[in-house]
């Protein structure tokens, strides 16, 4: 059985993935609407009604349905602690900028199309990372944004300047 924070954390991405199809599919639904308000997609909420939530439920393709029901069939499946950190794991996401979960999506992305090898060897460095002393993390955290300064503040010159 894989470790609770791996889960923990997966169940993070997949309630994401749901909170974003369920704001993405609001937003087309109120457009076909003609309703002039417009979906905040900073606001992470299902429809209020049982009726709206039905319509959005049904304008779902039956793949994405089954998908959603997989995922929270799992999701049933945690103990109540994990459900917590989950939801506070969830909570500092919905308080990111909006600019900022854009930022945090497009990594994702790029590193879901890395080949898996290098997906694995990035995971094992990460778990490296946080198996270090706090003092080393934040000492190696800190040296990081200081040559990512640098790096901004002084690009490499170019072949034949």
């Given at each position: ?38 979906t ?50 969830m909570?500092?996401?919905k ?38 002393p ?24 170019t072949?034949?300047?």
């Open positions: 059985m894989k470790n609770p924070q791996h889960i923990l954390k997966y169940l993070l991405r997949i309630f994401i993935l749901i909170t974003f199809v369920t704001v993405s599919y609001s937003a087309q639904a109120e457009e076909q609407e003609g309703n002039s308000e417009a905040n997609s900073s606001e992470f909420s299902v429809p209020a009604s049982k009726e709206e939530r039905k319509k959005l439920w049904d304008s779902l393709p039956e793949e994405k349905k089954e998908e959603l029901r997989k995922k929270f069939t799992r999701f049933k499946k945690l103990s109540p602690e994990q459900r917590q950190q989950l939801k506070s794991k909570q500092k996401w308080k990111l900028p909006k600019e900022e979960r854009a930022r945090l999506k497009k990594r994702w992305r790029n590193f879901q199309q890395l080949p898996p090898e290098e997906r694995t060897r990035i995971k094992a460095k990460i778990q490296e990372f946080k198996k270090l706090k003092e080393e993390r934040q000492k190696r955290k800190a040296d990081f944004k200081k040559w990512r300064k640098n790096r901004k503040n002084n690009p490499k010159r072949k034949g300047t």
